[in-house]
């Protein structure tokens, strides 16, 4: 398969039944490797990781999380992220072959939960993508205020990539702004943000609650699986603290930062991700074979 081969598109049953719509690059009988994005984003999160990924003789899985993309949006607005991680669980199931997860903030909370709480997926790894048993409440706030900042959504795409752009400074303008117009979609003339937006009622306050912090140490405990968290090297949502304290707490879990990228790191610099991940999935794949 070739880095630039289109996905194949299937559809999995999550927790209540809900639909999963899914991305999928290599070959059948490739080893299941599933790409979970973050809060605000869908699958296509991972359209450069993907590809390269499968040309390394993975099976890669990318769906969208509920409420999110082309998946379905829970009928009674809740989105906690035990419904999430039961999501995942579904998924993991219908796969097979214990999969190894990479997820990435909201979509590394929902595998940490999978996998270290009953009933625990059957993974062969976790791979965290900037996301810790603890946020900086300055990044989630950061975060939560830009979701907010166009209820009514843009004028047209452009508009929409130019307000990216202006949240992250760091990262280089798109070589074509169009690309993010599969992160929107149409309400009436006007292009919104392709989730839920009783979701992030949901979201806010809940995203550091009482409690959860040991909850996902004491998860983290339990997966009983190699570990990889990978920070981003500017993030302003896991600092260097925060990913020191979670190594220490958690021995077993080995770090990488990658420089220059910031929350969003395989959109920052997939390249430097991709590099930063593949030593470990070697290791994984040599030690299953």
Known sequence: MTAGELPRHRSFVGGGGIRLAADVWGEESSPPLVLLHGGGQTRHAWDRTGPRLAASDWRVIAPDLRGHGASGWSADGEYDVDLFADDVRALVAALGGRPILVGASLGGLSSLL????????????????????????????????????????????????????????????????????????????????HWDPRMLDRFEGRMDPPGMAERLLEAARHTDVPMLLVRGGISDVVGKDIAEEFCERIPSARRVDVADAGHMVAGDRNEHFIDAIVPFLEGIGRAGR
């Open 114 to 193: 999978a996998a270290g709480e009953a009933p625990r997926a059957a993974i062969r790894a976790l791979v965290l993508v900037d996301v810790a048993h603890r946020p900086d409440p300055r990044g989630i706030r950061r975060i939560i205020e830009f979701m907010r900042r166009w209820p009514d959504g843009f004028a047209s795409v452009g508009e929409a990539a130019a307000a990216v752009s202006a949240y992250l400074p760091h990262r280089p303008p798109p070589d074509d702004p169009e690309r993010i117009r599969k992160n929107l979609r149409r309400q009436g003339d006007r292009w919104v943000w």
